[in-house]
């Protein structure tokens, strides 16, 4: 038997089962061999009396009573029997399950795999092991994720069948010898026996954590591979420029930069002035001034004669975005490329761009369409990067010859991920808050408190301050029922009668929503319900409350988002969570926003508490789906398959054989 020959061969495997298997991905001996249980159950048998009462475990026994079948209601059924195990007599009990019956053989031993109840000396049976059961020689059972039709014991025999030494021999080692002796690794055919049938627990565990370390580690070698193909296979632009033009520009700042966005504007200028092609990640946590850092790389940009493009998901960041280059560089040609133009503008700026007239221009996916053309386009940025699949930044990038590519989120992306995801980049982060950043207090209320919060918040109001108020949804929903942003509205029209309330959601026209974010902006209006179209959007210094309702709907990275609206002058802010939580981990979510500003810690508990797919968007994001790993619990072994993954490149004569495999491998996320 070849680890390439076709299941449909296989004995058991019919022209049904066939289509089932291929469902699972499975088509050959070796996707068999490689398709891993997630879990174990545990059919060894234990001393019924040394259980604790509710406990899940299996017991064996002496069946010593014929079994008593009974029917009640609508075709629910009640199996009984007693078992021995030595003096000790249990009652069994199976619920809905008559077929077991003929199973219960008077003299013979199974086991029952169920719930003991300690006072009744009686397990309630989940599962009856009989002689035929596929566990091992301990006990422990894989458990395999299955299609509808396909049963796990078929599965377990084919895998049985096909578990040969003669097959297993076949699986070549594709670590290196020194890995294994380094981490104590088990070697690869043994690890993929024991990852089906290991002959005890702990056997089972080294597998486990082989494989896992197998998994992490081609996947960094393949991000490795993708970052040394960016370096060395393209040419970048080297983008050269006068050092003392942009220090002259820095210093008409009305703001000295931080120590941390000296050092990213650093990195990145050094990345833009080599001849390697750029492929940066800029992180900031909410408030630190990514911006203006990405605003001077677009400068730079433009002192050495090269376009820059500046892609964001919103309409509203977009105008923001063009309002501040405009007033940082005035002596610059900046256009503004959004859907809601005339088509008489769009014309002009889509001739600007193509001639070079315009040094910089914004926008948002209008940027990537047909029709859009660069002079000589040098550098490209988007921001909240996360937002724009995969395919949409790659058009951007290819719109001119091959521009340097720096991607900015606001969201912090805990490192685990940022060296997952992002491993194929060089990642810069700000984690320093500008001098004279307010920190913004975080308080948790009840619904039963907001009466005192509002009675607060009209003292804040007459005093000249302005607030937020987000609510998650724009109509009504039984299903979650919660306050929409239009009954929202129309409550808080009533409780600040002497204020002017406005409404802003995702479902108006963009003008309409430019319109109300400029009354707000200029204090037109005092208090501004909306939905979370505000996460990210224009700054609002006087705006000093933020009052997210129904808080707990919300994920914590997106809490810190809302939150980093207001604190943006220097005013002191203040963020008030409306929520009854229901659930632990709603009143965790509470808790530590009241406890921490520090956007890097929420999203490493956001990460814990709801996986990277909530953060990223799965199909966005480029993350793999692993087979084992988990990249949360794995992180200690994902740190150490990146670092030799990075070893293995830096030594490419010692590693030759390793590097051309990783090269033949699948480059689908790139």
């Known amino acids: 038997m070849n680890l390439t020959d076709d299941i449909q061969y296989l004995k058991g495997v019919g022209p049904k089962s066939i289509e089932l298997y291929h469902k699972l991905d499975i088509f050959t001996v070796e996707d068999l061999l490689l398709y891993f249980p997630f879990r174990f159950e545990d059919f060894a048998g234990r001393q019924a009396l040394e259980l604790m009462d509710s406990e899940i475990a299996t017991v064996k026994g002496i069946v010593a009573t014929q079994p008593n079948l009974g029917y009640f209601g609508a075709r629910k059924s009640r199996l009984a029997f007693k078992i021995k195990q030595g003096e000790v007599a249990i009652g069994v009990t199976f619920f809905n399950q008559p077929y077991l019956k003929d199973k219960v053989v008077v003299g013979e031993e199974v086991g029952v795999y169920g719930k003991w109840d300690s006072k009744k000396v009686q397990m309630t049976g989940l599962k009856l092991i009989s002689g035929e059961a596929q566990a091992g020689e301990d006990g422990l059972m894989p458990i395999y994720h299955l299609t509808e039709g396909l049963k796990q014991t078929a599965l377990v025999k084919l895998i049985r069948q096909v578990m040969t030494p003669e097959t297993l021999a076949q699986l070549l080692e594709n670590l290196p010898a020194e890995f294994l002796q380094k981490y104590r690794?088990?070697?690869?055919?043994?690890?993929?026996?024991?990852?089906?049938?290991?002959?005890?627990?702990?056997?089972?565990?080294?597998?486990?954590?082989?494989?896992?370390?197998?998994?992490?580690?081609?996947?960094?070698?393949?991000?490795?591979?993708?970052?040394?193909?960016?370096?060395?296979?393209?040419?970048?632009?080297?983008?050269?420029?006068?050092?003392?033009?942009?220090?002259?520009?820095?210093?008409?700042?009305?703001?000295?930069?931080?120590?941390?966005?000296?050092?990213?504007?650093?990195?990145?200028?050094?990345?833009?002035?080599?001849?390697?092609?750029?492929?940066?990640?800029?992180?900031?946590?909410?408030?630190?001034?990514?911006?203006?850092?990405?605003?001077?790389?677009?400068?730079?940009?433009?002192?050495?004669?090269?376009?820059?493009?500046?892609?964001?998901?919103?309409?509203?960041?977009?105008?923001?975005?063009?309002?501040?280059?405009?007033?940082?560089?005035?002596?610059?040609?900046?256009?503004?490329?959004?859907?809601g133009l005339k088509a008489s503008e769009r014309r002009e700026i889509l001739a600007d761009l193509a001639s070079g007239h315009l040094h910089m221009v914004v926008g948002t996916h209008a940027l990537i369409q047909e029709g859009v053309d660069f002079y000589n386009l040098g550098l490209v940025i988007t921001d909240e990067q996360h937002r724009f699949g995969v395919n949409q930044r790659k058009i951007l990038r290819e719109k001119g010859q091959n521009p340097d590519v720096l991607m900015m989120t606001a969201t912090p992306i805990p490192r685990t991920l940022a060296i997952t995801a992002f491993g194929d980049m060089d990642v810069s982060i700000i984690d320093e808050l500008p001098a004279g950043r307010q920190p913004i207090t975080t308080r948790w209320v009840k619904h039963s408190q907001m009466a005192s919060v509002t009675d607060w918040l009209k003292s804040e109001l007459s005093s000249g301050a302005q607030a937020y108020f987000v609510s998650p949804l724009i109509e009504e929903s039984e299903a979650l029922d919660l306050k929409n942003a239009e009954a929202l509205f129309a409550e808080l029209t009533e409780t600040f009668s002497q204020n002017k309330v406005g409404l802003l959601h995702g479902k108006m026209k963009n003008d309409e929503k430019d319109a109300i974010m400029t009354a707000f902006k200029v204090h037109e209006t005092d208090v501004l319900v909306s939905t979370t179209v505000i996460e990210v959007g224009v700054d609002v210094p006087n705006a000093t409350v933020m009052v997210i309702m129904d808080a707990d709907r919300f994920g914590l990275s997106q809490l810190h988002q809302l939150r980093g609206r207001v604190g943006r002058g220097t005013k002191k802010s203040y963020c008030i969570l409306v929520a009854n939580p229901k659930t632990d981990s709603g009143k965790h979510r509470m808790q530590i926003m009241c406890e921490t500003q520090n956007g890097f810690v929420l999203a490493e508990e956001d990460l814990k508490m709801r996986g990277s797919g909530e953060i990223f968007g799965t199909r966005q994001s480029g993350l793999p789906e692993f087979l084992v790993a988990d990249l949360v619990n794995d992180y200690n072994i994902l740190e150490v398959a990146r670092t030799e993954a990075v070893r293995v490149f830096s030594e490419p004569e010692r590693y030759r054989e390793l590097i051309a495999e990783v090269g033949q491998m699948d480059e689908s996320f790139d």
């Open 185 to 339: 690794l088990m070697d690869r055919q043994n690890a993929v026996r024991a990852m089906h049938f290991p002959e005890n627990d702990e056997e089972h565990k080294q597998a486990l954590r082989r494989v896992k370390f197998e998994e992490l580690f081609f996947f960094q070698l393949k991000l490795q591979a993708l970052k040394n193909k960016e370096k060395s296979g393209r040419e970048g632009l080297r983008i050269a420029f006068e050092q003392s033009d942009l220090d002259a520009k820095i210093a008409e700042l009305p703001f000295a930069l931080t120590g941390a966005q000296s050092k990213a504007l650093g990195e990145i200028l050094a990345d833009m002035t080599s001849p390697y092609h750029m492929n940066r990640l800029l992180q900031g946590d909410v408030g630190s001034g990514k911006t203006v850092v990405a605003e001077l790389a677009m400068y730079t940009a433009a002192l050495a004669n090269f376009q820059s493009a500046l892609m964001v998901p919103t309409e509203i960041l977009a105008r923001q975005h063009f309002a501040n280059l405009t007033a940082t560089f005035p002596e610059l040609n900046i256009g503004l490329l959004v859907s």
